[in-house]
């Protein structure tokens, strides 16, 4: 089931139980650190937030919707180029 599966993804890659999870979740009021969405929905289910986390460094920083965590990992969380990306979209408004 559902609620056994995100268990143990928690726990294999991020070595946190389901009721830390729900706390963060509780603590961002239920919505994305960055945006501020929260879990989208498709037609089938409910999309839960996403674990960010430091690839260096393995530590949890928030949870995010799926957009926002894949724009921090395409940008490979690096500072310098996502200060570039916010001064070519000023640019270019």
Not at 31 to 58: E, F, N, Q, R, W
Request: hydrophobic share 30%; charged share 25%.
């Amino acid at each position: 089931n559902k609620k056994s599966t995100l268990t143990w993804h928690l726990k294999r890659y991020f070595g946190i139980t389901l009721d830390e999870y729900n706390v963060m979740l509780k603590n961002q009021n239920d919505v994305c650190a960055i945006c501020g969405s929260p879990p989208y929905k498709t037609d089938k289910k409910t999309m839960s937030l996403a674990v960010d986390h430091c690839h260096k460094s393995g530590k949890i920083r928030a949870l995010l919707c799926h957009l926002c965590n894949n724009g921090l990992g395409a940008f490979k969380d690096n500072i310098e180029t996502m200060r570039i990306g916010i001064a070519y979209l000023e640019k270019h408004q």
